[in-house]
């Protein structure tokens, strides 16, 4: 079997980060701003507290069990995630950060959703009247890695 540090995994320092963020961008969240209060930082942009304990943007959150059902998918997927990074060379830089950014977002909320039984959101945008559901680093992790891996994967067809 190929090491450790030849598979995708030596990329796993970008899920640390992600979860670094995501935990220390929710502790300031929580101290510094009230729930439901927007704080407005320029045109468009809002900080936002706010919690969800449905999937994203809140889809689901009056269902009950939510909590743990979604908890167990994030962590069914990021074992899947890993098992695929530990397949993958080290070289394919792409894939990899696109993996390992979707494991950090995964890992992030899982996280808050086992301490606290919701997800800590407080990113909130919009334009004129419309309203962005408010998100998170992890959310942004999860959505950027998505894109990432969409991309590696058109590329690799051509």
């Known amino acids: 079997m190929r090491k450790v540090t030849q598979s995708g995994l030596c990329w796993v320092w970008v899920t640390a980060i992600v979860i670094i963020l995501d935990r220390f961008s929710k502790h300031f969240a929580e101290e510094y701003l009230s729930f439901s209060s ?3 930082i320029i045109p468009g942009f809002n900080l936002t507290l706010s919690y969800n ?6 889809f689901l959150d009056k269902m009950p069990g939510q909590t743990w059902m979604f908890g167990t998918i994030a962590f069914l ?3 899947g995630l890993l098992i695929w990074l530990l397949r993958l060379s080290c070289r394919q830089y792409w894939l990899c ?3 390992s950014l979707i494991v ?3 890992l992030g909320n899982l996280w808050d959703r086992i301490t606290y039984g919701h ?6 945008l919009y334009v004129s009247h419309f309203y962005w559901p408010v998100f998170n680093v992890a ?4 959505c ?15």
């Open 119 to 124: 997800v800590i959101d407080f990113i909130q």
């Open 77 to 79: 997927v990021s074992v």
């Open 53 to 58: 304990k449905g999937a994203a943007f809140s």
């Open 104 to 106: 950090g977002g995964a």
């Open 139 to 142: 959310d942004s992790a999860v």
């Open 97 to 99: 950060i696109a993996l």
């Open 144 to 158: 950027v890695g998505a894109v990432i891996l969409f991309l590696t994967t058109l590329k690799a067809r051509d």
């Open 38 to 40: 927007p704080v407005a």
